[in-house]
């Protein structure tokens, strides 16, 4: 019965991961969560390479935004994972699915970025 939580926060994972791939397709000011997410993966790279370089080159940006996006993402659901799966299997994958689905929602629809960066 514990493979479920298992199988269920890999999926979540992995729905988590692709969804990077509509980061660059974002317009306008996207979300609180996604501001987090963008502005600090090119803080990374502006402070690995320079200010310039970051502003002008976004390719570097986005797979680091994509590990800060799984990192911000699993930090909650590998803890949930680590001390619920083995005690309330069921509840630990219910859990997981609505943490997975509140994430994404905060990633592109909830909590609306209205002020800019």
């Given amino acids: 019965m514990t493979s479920r939580p298992s199988k269920t926060l890999l ?20 979300t609180g969560l996604f501001q987090l997410v963008v502005l600090v993966a090119w803080r990374i790279v502006a402070t690995i390479t320079s200010d310039r370089y970051a502003d002008s080159h976004h390719a570097p940006l986005w797979p ?4 800060l996006n799984l990192l911000l993402f699993l930090l909650p659901a590998a803890l949930l994972w680590a001390l619920a799966r083995k005690r309330w299997p069921i509840l630990c994958t219910l859990a997981t699915i609505t943490w997975c689905a509140f994430y994404m929602a905060s990633l592109f629809w909830l909590f609306p970025a209205t002020d800019g960066p």
């Fill in 11 to 30: 999926v979540a994972t992995g729905v988590v991961a692709a969804s990077a791939i509509v980061f660059p397709k974002v317009r306008g000011y996207g």
């Fill in 64 to 67: 680091v935004a994509w590990a």
